[in-house]
């Protein structure tokens, strides 16, 4: 079961939206609300030209959504799916063994964050923020 989106920019764009009630991805249109069942996230995604893929290993694998923001004064501590946990130890050590990194990562990897430009720094810092919100650390 995974998750996945075609452009992990805009959709941390996306995610920074709804944490700040600030439009990132068009700051003359509409602030997005944040999402409530997985239609609205879909539609919300479909909007602004995001693909979203979700892969399930069982029918009812991600059937709806969970959001939550934690304060400065709160300690959020995500625990990842348990099934998940457990197949990635088994995979890994095997040749067919994959732990694969999102496509961005390789777009600013070894470069120093301050040798990029202020709008580079941006970019990654939202495709960081949309890695963190959606991923289960397995």
């Known amino acids: 079961m995974s998750v996945t989106f075609s452009d992990g920019i805009l959709w941390g764009k996306l995610v920074k939206s709804w944490a700040t009630g600030k439009n990132y991805i068009d700051a003359t249109a509409h602030v997005f609300s944040v999402p409530r ?13 995001l693909t979203v893929t979700i892969s399930r290993k069982f029918p009812n694998d991600h059937l709806g ?29 095997q040749n067919e063994a994959a732990y694969p990194l999102p496509g961005f990562y390789e777009q600013f990897f070894g470069r120093p964050l301050p040798a990029l430009s202020k709008d ?19």
């Not at 300690?75 to 890994?92: F, H, K």
């Open 37 to 49: 069942d997985l239609k609205d996230l879909l539609d919300q995604c479909q909007s602004i030209g």
């Open 65 to 93: 959504i969970a959001i939550l923001q934690n304060s400065r004064e709160v300690v959020g501590i995500r625990l990842p799916p348990r099934d998940l946990v457990l197949e990635t130890e088994a995979a890994l050590g």
């Open 120 to 138: 580079d720094q941006l970019q990654f810092h939202a495709a960081r923020i949309g890695d963190y919100s959606i991923q289960h650390c397995g």
